[in-house]
């Protein structure tokens, strides 16, 4: 009898020690030990170095549109602490002057009423802007996806253009030291108005477009237009949940060179800007939510004329949750046993 009061005790031990170095590791150590994979990208002057963080595709969980709505509180609050807590790692990687986030912030706001709107404005601000010193300094720049204002499944209206721009109020082109970021909404045709005569052949100021829909990767007069006013020397987009760098002839445009960019290959991408090239950078999702394993943040840093851009892979949270569901069912079938079998 003492010997299997003996082994409860041992099993309970093991239990619960299993437990806490399960929840240890999926919450705090996994973290710590995938940014240590991450590849640190050097500036020569850091004076004259602007570094660039991108957060692509967060899509926020919406309050109604879960598959099984029980667990919705359970989703939302998972999925919003993974996405703070893979950020805070990449932006303290980082250190960066710039932040562009690239669109579909939220997944439902085209559809949410004005209330669930700013509710998730608020998880916004609290998942991303938490008022640490690493922001301060930071330039921060919000690009509308179209699960923000619409576009895809549902039309963009004025009102939720208007709802998006009173959230995340700011200039269509923002400038960082020899660097002038401009917004494209391929949603609505929208290009900043730019009267300032453009050589793509001058470095002195690095041109970078920031859309939500890729353009080169879908070519139509519109985007003919963002290329011929605005000239830029790189564009970086999003939206297809996936990294791939779209290389061409800046003046001849006919020939797309396509590089996907993925863990198994990734490293240090280098570029000189204004030479002859035009590039396309489309930017992972760094949501666990969207229907891939291959998550994570851009990071870019421009010199002069020289840009470098790597992709900051993030940890799978799926690995962690069925790890924590194993051991769930385990060790509950293991106290059903021995509570309806004491001999065992």
């Given amino acids: 009898m003492r010997r299997l009061r003996k082994t409860k005790v041992f099993f309970l031990f093991c239990a619960c020690l299993t437990c806490v170095v399960s929840v240890l590791y999926g919450e705090y150590l996994v973290y710590y030990l995938n940014s240590t994979k991450w590849l640190p990208v050097s500036c020569k ?29 359970f989703s939302i609050y998972d999925s919003d602490r993974y996405l703070k807590k893979t950020f805070k790692y990449a932006q303290a990687f980082v250190k960066p002057d710039v932040i562009a986030f690239l669109g579909d912030l939220m997944d439902e706001a085209h559809i949410a009423s004005d209330e669930d709107f700013y509710s998730y404005i608020r998880r916004i601000f609290n998942i991303f802007l938490d008022g640490s010193d690493l922001s301060k300094n930071v330039k921060h720049i919000w690009i509308p996806g179209d699960n923000d204002i619409g576009g895809e499944d549902t039309k963009v209206t004025p009102k939720k253009l208007q709802r998006f721009e009173r959230a995340f109020s700011q200039p269509s082109i923002t400038v960082v030291k020899n660097v002038t970021f401009f917004k494209i909404n391929r949603l609505t045709s929208i290009i900043p108005v730019y009267k300032k005569e453009r050589d793509f052949y001058n470095v002195r100021e690095i041109f970078v477009g920031l859309s939500h829909v890729p353009l080169m990767f879908k070519p139509s007069p519109f985007v003919d237009k963002v ?3 605005m000239l830029p020397h790189v564009l970086f987009t999003a939206h297809e949940h996936k990294s791939m760098i779209i290389k061409t002839d800046a003046l001849l445009r006919q020939d797309f060179h396509i590089t996907p960019v993925t863990p198994e290959n990734t490293k240090i991408f280098q570029f000189t800007l204004g030479s002859t090239d035009m590039y396309e950078i489309m930017v992972p999702t760094c949501s666990y939510r969207m229907g891939t394993t291959k998550i994570g943040f851009g990071y870019a840093a421009i010199e002069r004329n020289e840009l470098k851009f790597t992709i900051l892979w993030s940890p799978s949270r799926f690995e962690v949750l069925a790890v924590y569901l194993f051991l769930f069912i385990f060790f509950t079938l293991a106290a059903f046993c021995i509570k309806c079998c004491p001999k065992i």
């Fill in 45 to 73: 002057n850091q004076q004259e170095c602007v570094r660039i963080l991108f957060v692509a595709d967060p899509q926020i969980i919406g309050n109604w549109n879960e598959v099984f709505h029980p667990i919705t509180p």
């Fill in 227 to 229: 290329i011929n006013k």
